[in-house]
C-alpha cells in the first residue's frame, strides 16, 4: 500500500550527518525526503524528479547551491528553494533571494523553523501549480482566435472603443462588434476587463507586445 505524504523533500548537502537529520525531521512531519550527497547528481536526476520543496546548501564540491539554483532557473522549474549555509553573508544571502530562493538560512537549522519554512514553500508550490495551469489555459483560449480577433483584442485590452478599433484596422464597427462577440465567447469571458486579465494570465503585454496581426 502506498503511504500519502505530504509531499516531497530533495536535501541536497555534502554532509552526510545532515542528510540524515534533515531526512528524519521531514519524515516525522509526513514528508517524504530523497537526499542527494551533491548538486551535479541532484541536477543530473533533476528530469525525472517530480515537483516538491528543494533544501539545498550554499556551499558543496562540484556544483555549488547558487550554481544549482540558477540550473533549476535555467530549467524552468517552479520548485521552491531553501538554502541552507553554514557560512552565511549577505552578499550570498541577497543574490539567493534576487534568484528566487524562498528562504535563506543558517546552519545549524531549527526544526521548528524549518518545517514552518516547508509548509511555506508547498504553499508556494501550489500556487504556482495553479497560476501555471491557468497560464497554459489562457495561452491556449488566445491562440485559438484568429489574427483579426487577436487585432481586436489587442484593442479592447489597450482601451480602445470599437469605432477607434474599427478605423486602425480598416473594420466597420458592425464587424468589430462580431468580433468582440466571438472573442468574448471564444474566450469564455463576458467583459474586457476579463479579456484583459486573460491576456496577463498567458503572459501577454497587449501594450509592449503585440498579439500577431493579420496579413
Do not use: W
Amino acid at each position: 500500500m502506498t503511504v500519502q505524504t505530504k509531499g516531497t523533500i530533495y536535501i541536497i548537502d555534502d554532509d552526510a550527518i545532515l542528510r540524515r537529520a534533515l531526512a528524519v525531521i521531514v519524515r516525522d512531519a509526513g514528508y517524504a525526503p530523497h537526499p542527494f550527497a551533491s548538486g551535479d547528481d541532484f541536477i543530473a536526476a533533476l528530469d525525472y524528479l517530480e515537483d516538491g520543496c528543494v533544501l539545498l546548501d550554499v556551499h558543496m564540491p562540484g556544483l555549488g547551491g547558487l550554481e544549482v539554483q540558477d540550473l533549476l532557473v535555467a530549467h524552468g522549474s517552479q520548485m521552491p528553494v531553501i538554502i541552507m549555509t553554514g557560512a552565511g553573508d549577505i552578499p550570498t544571502a541577497v543574490r539567493a533571494i534576487k534568484h528566487g530562493a524562498l528562504y535563506f538560512i543558517e546552519k545549524p537549522v531549527d526544526d521548528r523553523h524549518i518545517l514552518e519554512m516547508i509548509g511555506a514553500a508547498f504553499e508556494r508550490l501550489e500556487t504556482n501549480r495553479t497560476s501555471g495551469k491557468r497560464r497554459r489555459e489562457a495561452v491556449r483560449k488566445i491562440g485559438a482566435l484568429t489574427p483579426r480577433e487577436q487585432e481586436v483584442l489587442n484593442g479592447l485590452a489597450n482601451g480602445r472603443a470599437n469605432k477607434i478599433i474599427a478605423f486602425e484596422i480598416g473594420l466597420s464597427v458592425r464587424t468589430v462588434e462580431m468580433h468582440r462577440g466571438n472573442i468574448m465567447r471564444k474566450l469564455g469571458i463576458h467583459s474586457t476587463a476579463e479579456a484583459l486579465q486573460m491576456l496577463l494570465e498567458a503572459g501577454t503585454d497587449s501594450a509592449a507586445h503585440p498579439l500577431r496581426h493579420a496579413g
